[in-house]
Structure formats: C-alpha cells, structure tokens
C-alpha cells in the first residue's frame, strides 16, 4: 500500500502565503516525478506545479514566480511554497507522486488539502 498524505491548507488573506507539504509513505521503491494539482469549484483540475527526481520544476503560468516547489527524496516528502496568494488560487490541492513499489511506476494522489485566499 502507498499513501499520500497533504498537510498544511487552511484559510489566507489575499497577499499572503501558505507552505504545503505533501508525506509518501508505504512499500515504496522509488518515487518519480511528484507534483501538485488542483481544482477549484466549477473548473476542471490543472497542473499546479511538478518536479522531476533529479529537480527540474515545471509551473503553470498563472503560478509562476509566485508558487516554488521543492522535495526531500530522502523523506519521501514534496512542499509547495505559495506566496503572494490571489482569491484565484482557492481550491483543493492534490499532492501527486509516480511511484515504484516492484516493477513499475504508477501515479498515486492523496486525498487533497483547501486552500482559501480571501479578498
């Protein structure tokens, strides 16, 4: 079994900032790419930000010098750092990690954390 596990949403006046920190846990080979979607009311689920084992990051535009991701391979973990937060970026965000456990890699989600950006 794999599981992920976010932490770290809550409640921001527009302007600020949260850090999201997502946890890999269970019978892990090797982790992959990891990264962060989310999905706002109403709107179909997007990419926020992903990371490649080695580091390469890749955003999208509307998160872009705003939003840094990050890992810790040793821990399994991979954090989103969000500053400058617009009402545009409330949503639930999904920690997401390809994930070895015998032979092949395979997309795992967790389970999701609200973020909530107040005007």
């Known amino acids: 079994q794999v599981q992920l596990v976010e932490s770290g949403g809550g409640l921001v006046q527009a302007g600020g900032s949260l850090r999201l920190s997502c946890a890999a846990s269970g019978s892990i080979s090797s982790i992959g790419d990891m990264g962060w979607d989310r999905q706002a009311p109403g709107k179909q689920r997007e990419l926020v930000a992903a990371i490649t084992s080695g580091g390469s990051t890749n955003y999208a535009d509307s998160v872009k010098g705003r939003f840094t991701i990050s890992r810790d391979n040793a821990k399994n973990m991979v954090y989103l750092q969000m500053n400058s937060l617009k009402p545009d970026d409330t949503a639930v965000y999904y920690c997401?990690?390809?994930?070895?456990?015998?032979?092949?890699?395979?997309?795992?989600w967790g389970q999701g954390t609200q973020v909530t950006v107040s005007s």
């Open positions: 997401q990690a390809s994930i070895r456990r015998f032979y092949t890699f395979r997309d795992y």
